[in-house]
């Protein structure tokens, strides 16, 4: 019954923007911090944004620093990620996490995943 599903991946050509969302059911977000968590093929799967659940702090990787905004809608139990100025390095497929209450940046810490969504950047 417990479920995150993201959706809004696809494919876009550099330098383009996607808008993806996690929803969750079963369960409310508002106690939750939400990680966005990227697995490119043959790489490791990496944490590169985040969001706390009481202050709404919100976190980001280098990599993605000014192209990335997270936000929350705990009315609609959903948390967004707009991306903009996407690179072909930044192709790969994206999850998001929930954990109780503050951003670690560590899967140890994952209380739910995603199924995952794929976003190519290509021409």
């Known amino acids: 019954q417990l479920q995150l599903v993201e959706s809004g991946g696809g494919l876009v050509q550099p330098g383009g923007s996607l808008r993806l969302s996690c929803a969750a059911s079963?369960?409310?977000?508002?106690?939750?911090?939400i990680g966005w968590f990227r697995q490119a093929p043959g790489q490791e799967r990496e944490g590169f944004s985040c969001?706390?659940?009481?202050?709404?702090?919100?976190y980001y990787a280098d990599s993605v620093k000014g192209r990335i905004t997270i936000s929350r809608d705990n009315a609609k139990n959903t948390v967004y990620l707009q991306m903009n100025s996407l690179k072909p390095e930044d192709t790969a497929v994206y999850y998001c996490a929930a954990e109780k209450h503050f951003c670690s940046g560590s899967p140890d810490t994952v209380d739910y995943w995603g199924q995952g969504t794929q976003v190519t950047v290509s021409s």
């Open positions: 079963g369960f409310t977000l508002d106690y939750y911090a």
């Open positions: 969001i706390n659940s009481s202050d709404g702090m919100t």
